[in-house]
């Protein structure tokens, strides 16, 4: 199947091709006579698969911006490589999306992926527009103190949060059942952050919070760690017990305002004389993990969009045990939609963790 499509994309050009993608879409979702008429799933098993054995897949086929006529499809391979090539067609079933919040030329937008009783897919997509245009200030003044207490603020040393964006999730995935993540934040440092040398380049905060954004938000500021009130500093210190630390991961005591504390993997390349370019970083607060974080440079990003840097997944260590019952990524993902010209930061691959 796939090289009879390779070979008419040759003969009879995009346009064709992309017709005879959408016809090939078109006959999936028809009831055939004596057939009941189902909804497309995200399930792809084997029973799934056409009498001459082609792997179907799931795509949300999307023809406009409209979300609202989007519609799952469950089509051949090949038929779904031409819908994502020359649609604005993405992988996997439809999305739901949270409100958006403006950042730099574009905007930031949660969304979930869920089918078979199952998140597939959670995370943040945002035009490459989102990439220009981005605040230059450290800064957007939202968390300082004068640590020093010289009666002014240097935003440099006495500032922490970069430019922040909170961010709902989708309706669906905030009420789905057993769902850990609450809500999330994106926080862009133009200048980086410490340590020196290590994360002190532009890059971006992708944070999904487990704890309640009203007791993030009760983090205050003042004159310990990184700009935070000393008894959260205690408290955001708190030793995490073992069975609840991912392997390599480590407490360096960097606890922050209106954030808490971060735990490192110390595996990571910049740990280990690597330039930085992405990273995953736990939160914890009161002996809590508080969010997950995927960490991304600017660089990095505009290298997968450029295509010097892959779109692709990595894995994400996981405790032994986790402290709340629920769903869990096993995987984080970078990608670069160049059919619709945006980016996703995901995290996939969900399991179900007892607590």
């Known amino acids: 199947m ?13 346009r ?7 016809t090939l879409a078109a006959v999936a979702v028809l009831p055939w006579p004596g057939q009941p008429t189902r909804a497309a799933t995200g399930a792809e098993t084997a029973a799934e698969t056409t009498a001459a054995g082609t792997e179907q897949v799931s795509v949300c086929l999307a023809t406009t911006r409209d979300t609202a006529r989007e519609q799952t499809l469950r089509v051949p ?3 779904a490589d031409v819908l994502l090539r020359y649609t604005l067609s993405y992988e996997g079933v439809c999305a739901s999306y ?9 905007e930031l937008r949660t969304y979930a992926q869920l089918a078979d009783g199952r998140p597939q897919s959670v995370g943040i997509v945002f035009p490459k527009s989102t990439l220009t245009g981005l605040p ?32 709902e999730l989708p309706a669906q995935l905030a009420s789905f059942p057993d769902m850990p993540l609450k809500w999330a934040l994106v926080n862009y440092n133009p ?4 340590p020196e040398h290590i ?12 704890q309640p954004k009203a007791e993030r938000d009760a983090i205050r500021t003042g004159p310990c760690g990184l700009a935070i009130d000393c008894e959260d500093f205690a408290t955001a210190t708190k030793p995490l017990p073992p069975q609840y630390l991912p392997q390599d991961y480590q407490d360096n005591g960097v606890a922050e305002a209106a ?30 993990i508080s969010f997950l974080e995927p960490m991304i440079s600017k660089a990095w990003l505009q290298g997968v969009a450029a295509g010097t840097n892959p779109s692709r997944c990595w894995p994400v260590k996981q405790p032994q045990q986790w402290q709340e019952a629920g769903w869990y990524p096993q995987e984080y993902c970078i990608e670069y939609r160049a059919n619709r010209g945006e980016y996703t930061v995901s995290m996939r691959n969900f399991r179900h963790s007892a607590a």
């Open 98 to 106: 949270g409100a958006p919040s403006a950042l730099g030329a574009g």
């Open 259 to 288: 954030m808490g504390n971060h735990l490192v993997d110390m595996s990571s390349g910049e740990w280990h004389g690597e330039s930085f370019t992405q990273t995953f970083i736990y939160g914890a607060y009161d002996a809590k």
């Open 191 to 194: 200048m980086g952050h410490g």
């Open 77 to 79: 391979r090949a038929a």
């Open 136 to 167: 230059t200030a450290m800064t957007d003044g939202k968390h300082c103190y004068d640590m020093n207490g010289d009666g002014s603020v240097n935003e440099h040393t006495e500032c922490v949060g970069g430019h922040e964006r909170p961010l």
């Open 16 to 22: 064709g091709a992309l017709a005879a993608a959408l």
């Open 199 to 210: 994360y002190d380049s532009p890059h971006f905060d992708f944070h999904f919070y487990v």
């Open 2 to 14: 796939r090289t009879k499509l390779t070979r008419a994309r040759k003969l009879i050009g995009p």
